[in-house]
T-cell receptor, first 111, second 112 residues
Framework: SQQGEEDPQALSIQEGENATMNCSYK?????LQWYRQNSGRGLVHLIL?????REKHSGRLRVTLDTSKKSSSLLITASRAADTASYFC???????????FGKGNQVVVIP | DAGVIQSPRHEVTEMGQEVTLRCKPI?????LFWYRQTMMRGLELLIY????????DSGMPEDRFSAKMPNASFSTLKIQPSEPRDSAVYFC??????????FGSGTRLTVV
């Protein structure tokens, strides 16, 4: 099954800076999703990009998808302290809606 | 909607005891997932239901684990007997197959 793998694993930035994290996967996908997890909480769905899309925006989030390289990136612009969390990518395959999650990127935004 | 509701939030039990985790998915969602999260292994899919029917339980680690979904609004994950290595955060998530998953807040299980 697909397995998202984020890179880098941990990121520490100043408030106001941009944060970029990457995700790679191994097999064909129907869609790729990004989730955020605050400490001690469940995952929250951020954005979904389908395999026929190359870029998607949602507020301060920008996601790109390169199916030829089997990779995606999540950019958070003008980061805030509240963006401190772990970010996971997850891939969904054709014919099923099971998601395989990566191990997550920990992002710390310093006020 | 109150979101996906899991209970209990925390459970501490002794090795060998039976543990039952509960989940109420979002009304109208037809898929339900149980995940386990640990530092070492990340998020692992344990079992997945669609329209109350178990579709894939290949992630269930052992026969000690079982899950049921008697109706569209309730699911349980049972561990019997529990072992210390079962300690983890267990998440339930539901989906309407169109968008992303909605996760519950999780049950933190500690087996001593």
């Amino acid at each position: 099954s697909q397995q998202g793998e984020e890179d880098p694993q941990a990121l520490s930035i100043q408030e106001g800076e941009n944060a970029t994290m990457n995700c790679s996967y191994k097999t064909s996908i129907n869609n790729l999703q990004w989730y955020r997890q605050n400490s001690g909480r469940g995952l929250v769905h951020l954005i979904l990009i389908r395999s026929n899309e190359r870029e998607k925006h949602s507020g301060r989030l920008r996601v790109t998808l390169d199916t030829s390289k089997k990779s995606s990136s999540l950019l958070i612009t003008a980061s805030r302290a509240a963006d401190t969390a772990s970010y996971f990518c997850a891939t969904g395959g054709y014919g099923n809606n099971r998601l395989a999650f990566g191990k997550g990127n920990q992002v710390v935004v310093i006020p | 909607d109150a979101g996906v509701i899991q209970s209990p939030r925390h459970e501490v039990t002794e090795m060998g005891q039976e543990v039952t985790l509960r989940c109420k998915p979002i009304s109208g969602h037809n898929s339900l997932f149980w995940y386990r999260q640990t530092m070492m292994r990340g998020l692992e899919l344990l079992i997945y239901f669609n329209n109350n029917v178990p579709i894939d339980d290949s992630g269930m680690p052992e026969d000690r684990f079982s899950a049921k979904m008697p109706n569209a609004s309730f699911s349980t994950l049972k561990i019997q007997p529990s072992e210390p290595r079962d300690s983890a955060v267990y998440f339930c998530a539901s989906s309407d197959d169109r968008w992303g998953y909605t996760f519950g807040s999780g049950t933190r299980l500690t087996v001593v």
